[in-house]
Structure formats: structure tokens, C-alpha cells
């Protein structure tokens, strides 16, 4: 029989951990969140981690635990180099050390722990949310699994190797070669830089025991249907044959490889006994409210049917979860129960009534707009500080005026899927991929791998609804193949195969990357048009920066004012994209990054740079119909419009309707170099500056004016004297753009006069404007 330590014991135990506790503190971070001031040893992300299969019983294994960092080939350290606390990887400031590893050491942990006097005579899983990369496990000396996989969860039955009574010890050993290994790693790499970022090593997610029985459930399979308002559960167990008990009476067992578990976790291995496997049943009660809808028995691991009359469907305007229970008996008596839930909803790609592809939602077509959202914190990495800290990212993409989020590269904790399905927000998921392309067998292997477990983990989540295996051609290989692969082995949602770059015919969707954009791909009879990534504009905030280096964005503007201007500039040429068959846009992106600077909100999430309320305000008409646009002043596009220009610098006045421009030249426009994006060059322009001028004559004053302006790069455009707008940057396409308030009340009926000054410093160059009215409908 397993006994608790004498009560001399305990004392001695925890007064070993008080001078610990006293003493840790965040290591001297760049920056920190306001939810860091609120981490603790004792209270280290302590929410349960897997809110899709919830058991009651557990034990938190968050805190303080000893770490080393020793060459690569050393064995078990004798003495470690202090404390660490967990989850917090080992590079971050939250940990406590805030050192990096590298590819040629080894990161070793060690804790001990006692096993609760109300399992006696169970098994006890040791469950980790995620380790990256390679780990090897000991519990008391003997080694218990080991596992490759830097974002997949992983579980391993440890009843062997406990002791009968006292403290159990724990070591690990983990070695993560980041961006010199073949291994996925999202953006890490060992000098970070631009758009990539600190490594991560070691354990990032919340460590925990729990106790099972013999058979236990291993995993659920949700597959809801609204079409036939139903929902199929499929329960998987484990059953174990028994061996010799060791001391204490204890039978030892260890589990079949499991479905669920994509990467390898090897551990001692027990037969099965098929004569057990018979009399496992399975009951499935799926409620709402309280209530009971829909209940079914039956074997385990077989798929029930479960009928959901006049479901209530999951979506962002209405994220409505079941919640169910499932029970396990053996032989007639209950061995097991989780907690779950599950949303009814379809992803699917079809047809609108124009006959255009479009991304639908329960059979409805939905335009799916949201931010790149990376998932990196100052304080903590790879690990928001607290679960609010977790959650309040997804709470500021729908108060934004969003309902999708591109979790790019990275694959987050299950929580935050959970605070995505209570929320209502729409997910599109990267598979993390490293910069480079897939060599040899091994690297294949482990890219499978976690794909496998990323699908199999997170199948459940109604929020997701596309899966993305590439970004932008970064170890992009066999597309065909896993596309191929993906779509069998989940035929629910549609597959983003290669997110920008490198398009293949075989995706779901065709996705364009344009910054700063936007863009959109040509409508095809098949393929939903969307838009990836785009926006990228970057305001360096003083005192909410990561480093004082050069900070980096797409587009990098001084003002709020000029971000707000450039932002909403942005969502105006967006908006009628939506009415020519765009079906979602991605901004780049929620947060700054280390050195990146083009987030929503400052890296440690203390401002909102817009607004959340103006950009609410402003991304709103992406959901309503798109505007009616009509033409009062053409430009050169379809035909040729004459000018007058120069490229001496005119003098004072060049902008007002009586300047007299009888000695410029008069041509048509556009103006610019051939190849420049979206252009269509009448005139060749290749010095750095250019002004123009046009007169025309208006029947009527448009009520709500735009300039229809196609410019690369900066550009000042004055209406009869007055500044109507002053974009700055490149566009790589025609678009709309509100005019200044002065602007349109200078214009008149009868003669007006519309001058552009356009300066050029790089790249192409081009300049060409009408004016539109914009009817919103």
C-alpha cells in the first residue's frame, strides 16, 4: 500500500521550499505585461490545461523546479544551476532565468512530488502540454518516455516507477537544436531578428498528473453535421493487461500506442488482453443549459450518433457550446469520466448566388476578417503570464470588429481554442514551419508528426475552420501529397495548402500576401479568393518597445493620427474587394513582435494604438454589402485622360485653379515606369518628382466624393487649392480614398481643378487619379 510521508517529512519538505518561494523573482526583462506582476510559484497558470476532456481529479505540477544547463552529451548533472519556473521556457523573463541553451547544451529539469492518498491503487498519467523539442523522462531513476514534438501534448503512464510512499522525483532532459535542427519551429531562431524571433526550449506548457483506471478513456472524436442534425462522438480507450505488481499491490500497465499521439512516446511496453477488451461500454450525455438534449449508449470505441434536434448553431455572432459527459463502465461499473463540449457548425467552401466561391458558415457565405496573430508575450514567449493575459487577446479581436484570427505558425495551448469557442471567434491554423525546405527522411517524419498531433488535438475546437500546412514556401514540399492526406483525414474543413508565395492548384483557396496592400487573386471557378496577408503598418511606441535597435515594419508611419489615416485608407480599398469575390483579408498583424512594430496593440498589450472602439468603428463595413461605385472624374486606367505635368519644380500656387500651367507639358496618363504593380503607364515618368494638373467640369456636386488614386510613392492631391489627401507609401492598385472635409467643400459645379504632386525615392514609380462618389449601401 502506497503511504503518505510522516508529518516530519512534510514539514521538512516544505520548509526546503519557502526560501524558494521567497526568493524568485521574473529575470530583468526588456519588457513585461501588466499580467506578470500577478505570476508566482504558487500560482502558475493553475487552471486546469485541456478543457475538451476534463478530469476532476488532478495535480498542478507548475512551479518552482530545479534547472541546468550542461553540454549536450553530459549525462545527469550532479549538482543544477538553480530554479526555474515552469511553464515558462527558459529564454523568457517569466522563467526566471532568461537564458538561451543552444543546439550544442542541454536543458535538465528536476522536482519532486507526492502522490495523493485518494489514488491509491490507480495508475497516474504525467501528462506535459508541450516540450520543444527532443525530451527524455525519469521518474525516481528510471527512464519512463521519451518525446520529439515542440507543440504536441504528450502523456506517460509513470505507475511503474513510483515509489510506494514519499517524495517521487521527476528529471527531464530536453535538447532543441531550433533553426539548426530539421524539427518545425514557427519563427524561432538562434539570432533573432526582423521577423524572427527569441528561441524557445524546454517546457512551455502546464505540466500535470492525474489518475486513471484500467480501461480509461484516451480521447474523444466530435464530428457535428447540421445538414442531418446530428453529432457523431467517437469515444477511444485504453486497456491495459495486467503484469506482476510491483511493492504495494499496485498492478503496472502501460497503454497501446494511442491514435491521438502523432509523435512517438516510448515507454515500456505491457501485452493487451483481447478477452479485456470486451465489456467497455460508453455513454454520452450532451446537454445545453443544464439540460439534456441527447443521450446514447454503447460500446466503446465505436462511433454513436447522436440526433441534436433544432440545434443551436455555433458562430461568432453566436458562439453557442453542448456541453457534454462521457462515461466509461467496465463490466457494469463506471472506470472513467470526462467533461467536454462541442459547437454545431460547417465550414465549407461554396458557391454565392452570383456563382462566385466564397468561405461559408453554416451554409452561408461570411466574410472572414481578422488579424496575423503570432502568440509571442515580452514577459513570457511562447506563454501568455496568466490565462486573462491569454484570453484578452481574443477578447480584443472581437471588440476590434473581427471574427477571424490566423494563428500563424504557431500552435497555442488548448485554452486558448477554448477562449476562441466561448468567444466566437473564427481560427485559421498554421502548421509552424522552420525557413527551411524539408531534407531527408528524418525532417519529413517529424513534419508528419506534428501535423498528425495538431489535427488529432485539436480536431474538437469548433473555432477552427481551415487548416494551413505552409506559409509562404517556408519548408514548403510535397504539397500535393499532404494536402491530399489532410483533406481525407479531416474532411470537415476546407485546407489553406500554402499561405502566399507558392500556390498550388490543390488548396481549398487561393491565398495572395500583399503588403501593404490589399490585393486579391483573380475569381476562379473553384477556389475562394482570399487575402492572407496584408496592412503590416508599423508606430514604433516609446516606452512599449522591445529594444531601441531599429525597429521594424512593412510600413512604418511617426503619428496615431497617421496610422488611424492610413489604416482606415486601407479598409476603404478593401471593402469593395468583398463585392468582386473576395472571401477574407488577414492584417498583419494583433501585437508588435520583439522588433517588429506593425501590431494593433504595443508588444506588451498596454495599448491599443488606434482605438479598439475606432477600429470597430472602422472594420464594421466589411460586413455590410459592398459600396456602389461611381465614376465623375476618370482615370487613365481603361482610357486615356490628358494632363498637363512637369518634372522641374513648379512655383508657388502650382496647386490652385487659376495657376497658369500653358508651359507644361500635356500627355496621358498614367504616369510612372513599365512593370510597376497594378499600372497602366501612357507616359513614361522616371525622375524622383512629378506635379500634374486636370481641369473638369461638374453637372453636380457628388455627395460623399473619393480620389480613385493609383500611387507609388507619395503623393499630395489638392482639389481646386485645397489638400484633399496626402497618402504616403505605394499601392499596387487602384482604390478609393476619402477626401479632406476642405477639399470637398471646395468643389462646385461647373469648372474645377484636381494637382497631384508625386515624389519617387525607390522601386517603380506611378501616379494616376480620378474621383468616384462612393454609395454605401
Known amino acids: 500500500m502506497r503511504l503518505l510521508p510522516t508529518l516530519s517529512v512534510l514539514v521538512l519538505v516544505m520548509a526546503a521550499a519557502l526560501p524558494c518561494l521567497a526568493e524568485?523573482?521574473?529575470?530583468?526583462?526588456?519588457?513585461?505585461?501588466?499580467?506578470?506582476?500577478?505570476?508566482?510559484?504558487?500560482?502558475?497558470?493553475?487552471?486546469?490545461?485541456?478543457?475538451?476532456?476534463?478530469?476532476?481529479?488532478?495535480?498542478?505540477?507548475?512551479?518552482?523546479?530545479?534547472?541546468?544547463?550542461?553540454?549536450?552529451?553530459?549525462k545527469l548533472p550532479e549538482k543544477f544551476d538553480g530554479q526555474i519556473l515552469v511553464p515558462y521556457p527558459v529564454e523568457s523573463a517569466l522563467s526566471g532565468v532568461m537564458k538561451r541553451v543552444g543546439k550544442d547544451n542541454r536543458l535538465w529539469y528536476r522536482r519532486t512530488f507526492e502522490v495523493?492518498?485518494?489514488?491509491?491503487?490507480?495508475?497516474?498519467?504525467?501528462?506535459?502540454?508541450?516540450?520543444?523539442?527532443?525530451?527524455?523522462?525519469?521518474?525516481?531513476?528510471?527512464?519512463?518516455?521519451?518525446?520529439?514534438?515542440?507543440?504536441?501534448?504528450?502523456?506517460?503512464?509513470?505507475?511503474?516507477?513510483?515509489?510506494?510512499?514519499?517524495?517521487?522525483?521527476?528529471?527531464?532532459?530536453?535538447?532543441?537544436?531550433?533553426?539548426?535542427?530539421?524539427?518545425?519551429?514557427?519563427?524561432?531562431?538562434?539570432?533573432?531578428?526582423?521577423?524572427?524571433?527569441?528561441?524557445?526550449?524546454?517546457?512551455?506548457?502546464?505540466?500535470?498528473?492525474e489518475p486513471v483506471n484500467n480501461p480509461r478513456i484516451d480521447h474523444l472524436k466530435i464530428v457535428p453535421d447540421i445538414d442531418k442534425e446530428q453529432v457523431t462522438i467517437d469515444v477511444n480507450t485504453v486497456l491495459y493487461k495486467y503484469e506482476e505488481p510491483r511493492p504495494g499491490g499496485l498492478g503496472v500497465y502501460t497503454p497501446r500506442p494511442s491514435p491521438i499521439v502523432a509523435a512517438e512516446v516510448r515507454q515500456d511496453k505491457a501485452s493487451e488482453s483481447p478477452a479485456a477488451e470486451r465489456g467497455k461500454q460508453a455513454k454520452v450525455v450532451v446537454s445545453a443549459g443544464g439540460k439534456a438534449v441527447a443521450e446514447a449508449s454503447g460500446p466503446a470505441d465505436k462511433p454513436m450518433v447522436l440526433k441534436i434536434d433544432d440545434a443551436k448553431l455555433w458562430s461568432p455572432d453566436s458562439p453557442f457550446l453542448y456541453d457534454l459527459k462521457v462515461t466509461l463502465s467496465k463490466d457494469g461499473k463506471a472506470v472513467d469520466e470526462v467533461e467536454s463540449y462541442f459547437g454545431m457548425r460547417k465550414s465549407s467552401i461554396e458557391k454565392?448566388?452570383?456563382?462566385?466561391?466564397?468561405?461559408?458558415?453554416?451554409n452561408k457565405p461570411l466574410f472572414q476578417y481578422g488579424p496575423l496573430d503570432q502568440g509571442w508575450w515580452p514577459d513570457g514567449l511562447y506563454t501568455a503570464a496568466t490565462d486573462a493575459a491569454l484570453r484578452y487577446d481574443v477578447e480584443m479581436t472581437k471588440k476590434?470588429?473581427?471574427?477571424?484570427?490566423?494563428?500563424?505558425?504557431?500552435?497555442?495551448?488548448?485554452?486558448?481554442?477554448?477562449?476562441?469557442?466561448?468567444?466566437?471567434?473564427?481560427?485559421?491554423?498554421?502548421?509552424?514551419?522552420?525557413?527551411?525546405?524539408?531534407?531527408?527522411?528524418?525532417?519529413?517524419?517529424?513534419?508528419?508528426?506534428?501535423?498528425?498531433?495538431?489535427?488529432?488535438?485539436?480536431?474538437?475546437?469548433?473555432?477552427?475552420?481551415?487548416?494551413?500546412?505552409?506559409?509562404?514556401?517556408?519548408?514548403?514540399?510535397?504539397?500535393?501529397?499532404?494536402?491530399?492526406?489532410?483533406?481525407?483525414?479531416?474532411?470537415?474543413?476546407?485546407?489553406?495548402?500554402?499561405?502566399g508565395w507558392s500556390d498550388r492548384p490543390c488548396s481549398d483557396v487561393h491565398d495572395v500576401h500583399k503588403y501593404p496592400g490589399p490585393a486579391m487573386p483573380a475569381?476562379?471557378?473553384?477556389?475562394?479568393?482570399?487575402?492572407?496577408?496584408?496592412?503590416?503598418?508599423?508606430?514604433?511606441?516609446?516606452?512599449?518597445?522591445?529594444?531601441?535597435?531599429?525597429?521594424w515594419g512593412y510600413r512604418n508611419l511617426k503619428t496615431v493620427d497617421e496610422l488611424t489615416a492610413a489604416y482606415q485608407g486601407l479598409i476603404n480599398r478593401l471593402h469593395p474587394m468583398v463585392g468582386r469575390g473576395l472571401s477574407a483579408a488577414v492584417y498583419t498583424q494583433t501585437s508588435d513582435v520583439e522588433g517588429e512594430v506593425n501590431g494593433l496593440m504595443t508588444y506588451d498589450r498596454a495599448m491599443v494604438k488606434i482605438g479598439a472602439?475606432?477600429?470597430?468603428?472602422?472594420?464594421?463595413?466589411?460586413?455590410?454589402?459592398?459600396?456602389?461605385?461611381?465614376?465623375?472624374?476618370?482615370?487613365?486606367?481603361?482610357?486615356?485622360?490628358?494632363?498637363?505635368?512637369?518634372?522641374?519644380?513648379?512655383?508657388?500656387?502650382?496647386?490652385?485653379p487659376e495657376f497658369d500651367d500653358s508651359k507644361w507639358k500635356e500627355a496621358p496618363g498614367g504616369f510612372g515606369t513599365k512593370?510597376?504593380?497594378?499600372?497602366?503607364?501612357?507616359?513614361?515618368?522616371?525622375?524622383?518628382?512629378?506635379?500634374?494638373?486636370?481641369?473638369?467640369?461638374?453637372?453636380?456636386?457628388?455627395?460623399?466624393?473619393?480620389?480613385?488614386?493609383?500611387?507609388?510613392?507619395?503623393?499630395?492631391?489638392?482639389?481646386?487649392?485645397?489638400?484633399?489627401?496626402?497618402?504616403?507609401?505605394?499601392?499596387?492598385?487602384?482604390?478609393?480614398?476619402?477626401?479632406?472635409?476642405?477639399?470637398?467643400?471646395?468643389l462646385k459645379t461647373g469648372k474645377n481643378t484636381i494637382a497631384i504632386h508625386c515624389r519617387q525615392t525607390t522601386g517603380g514609380q506611378y501616379i494616376d487619379a480620378g474621383i468616384v462618389e462612393v454609395i454605401e449601401q
Open 613 to 656: 472602439e475606432k477600429l470597430n468603428e472602422i472594420n464594421r463595413k466589411l460586413y455590410l454589402p459592398p459600396p456602389v461605385v461611381k465614376t465623375i472624374l476618370p482615370t487613365s486606367r481603361a482610357k486615356p485622360q490628358q494632363w498637363r505635368h512637369t518634372t522641374e519644380k513648379p512655383g508657388e500656387g502650382w496647386e490652385k
Open 24 to 74: 524568485w523573482k521574473p529575470a530583468d526583462g526588456p519588457l513585461f505585461t501588466r499580467w506578470a506582476k500577478e505570476v508566482s510559484p504558487k500560482n502558475a497558470l493553475p487552471e486546469y490545461p485541456r478543457p475538451q476532456m476534463v478530469r476532476k481529479r488532478w495535480q498542478n505540477l507548475n512551479g518552482l523546479w530545479d534547472y541546468a544547463i550542461k553540454p549536450e552529451k553530459d
Open 675 to 746: 512593370d510597376t504593380p497594378g499600372t497602366t503607364v501612357r507616359t513614361e515618368w522616371k525622375t524622383p518628382d512629378i506635379w500634374v494638373r486636370r481641369t473638369f467640369t461638374l453637372e453636380k456636386v457628388p455627395a460623399d466624393p473619393h480620389l480613385m488614386i493609383h500611387h507609388d510613392e507619395d503623393a499630395e492631391v489638392y482639389i481646386n487649392g485645397k489638400l484633399a489627401a496626402k497618402p504616403a507609401g505605394f499601392t499596387t492598385d487602384y482604390a478609393p480614398m476619402p477626401v479632406n472635409k476642405e477639399a470637398k467643400a471646395a
Open 523 to 551: 475569381i476562379e471557378e473553384r477556389r475562394a479568393a482570399v487575402l492572407g496577408e496584408f496592412g503590416g503598418l508599423g508606430l514604433p511606441v516609446k516606452d512599449h518597445l522591445w529594444w531601441d535597435k531599429k525597429n
Open 116 to 209: 495523493p492518498k485518494d489514488w491509491n491503487g490507480e495508475a497516474v498519467l504525467l501528462n506535459f502540454g508541450a516540450v520543444d523539442w527532443d525530451t527524455t523522462v525519469w521518474v525516481n531513476g528510471k527512464e519512463v518516455g521519451k518525446h520529439r514534438g515542440g507543440y504536441d501534448a504528450f502523456s506517460i503512464d509513470i505507475s511503474r516507477a513510483l515509489k510506494d510512499s514519499g517524495p517521487q522525483e521527476i528529471v527531464l532532459s530536453v535538447w532543441d537544436p531550433t533553426n539548426a535542427g530539421y524539427q518545425p519551429r514557427g519563427k524561432q531562431v538562434s539570432n533573432p531578428r526582423g521577423i524572427w524571433y527569441t528561441p524557445v526550449t524546454g517546457i512551455w506548457r502546464t505540466v500535470w498528473l
Open 400 to 499: 476590434m470588429g473581427m471574427n477571424m484570427i490566423r494563428k500563424h505558425v504557431k500552435i497555442e495551448p488548448a485554452r486558448w481554442y477554448y477562449h476562441c469557442d466561448k468567444l466566437g471567434v473564427l481560427v485559421w491554423q498554421d502548421m509552424p514551419n522552420g525557413g527551411k525546405k524539408v531534407v531527408g527522411d528524418e525532417a519529413d517524419k517529424n513534419f508528419r508528426q506534428e501535423l498528425k498531433a495538431l489535427i488529432d488535438t485539436h480536431h474538437n475546437a469548433p473555432s477552427i475552420v481551415m487548416w494551413v500546412p505552409f506559409n509562404e514556401g517556408w519548408g514548403q514540399y510535397d504539397s500535393e501529397g499532404i494536402t491530399e492526406w489532410l483533406k481525407k483525414y479531416d474532411p470537415t474543413r476546407p485546407v489553406n495548402t500554402a499561405s
Open 352 to 362: 454565392d448566388d452570383a456563382g462566385v466561391p466564397r468561405l461559408f458558415l453554416n
